[in-house]
């Protein structure tokens, strides 16, 4: 069960950032530095969170049990954050917006 769950949440991982890096192809290479940047700082947070809630409680049964739904939770959040952000402000940004419409413009003409 553990190793289906380990899979399946590579392959989520993977899509996500195969569709991050395919957007930001379109971008000048700032975008995709920060996006590198930005990932690996994640891992990061991600260590930190986990360290921070399992240092604030007591490392009995009970402990480790509230520890990890807070931990989990925060994960739920910020993930849902990011479906959000990446769906719903992403496209709408003023910089996605108008390399996406260079892009398509310079597609056009190379089509024609």
Known sequence: MTLVAVALTGAADAVAQGSLFGMAA????????????????????????RMVTKAAFPQDEHGQMVSSYIYFGIAITVCFACVYIFTAVLPRLPVMLWHTLRHRAEAGEEAA
């Not at 000048?28 to 996006?35: F, H, K, M, V």
Request: aromatic share 4%; net charge positive.
């Open 26 to 49: 379109n971008l000048p290479g700032r975008y995709t530095s920060a996006l590198c940047t930005g990932t690996a700082v994640s891992g990061v947070v991600v260590n930190i969170c």
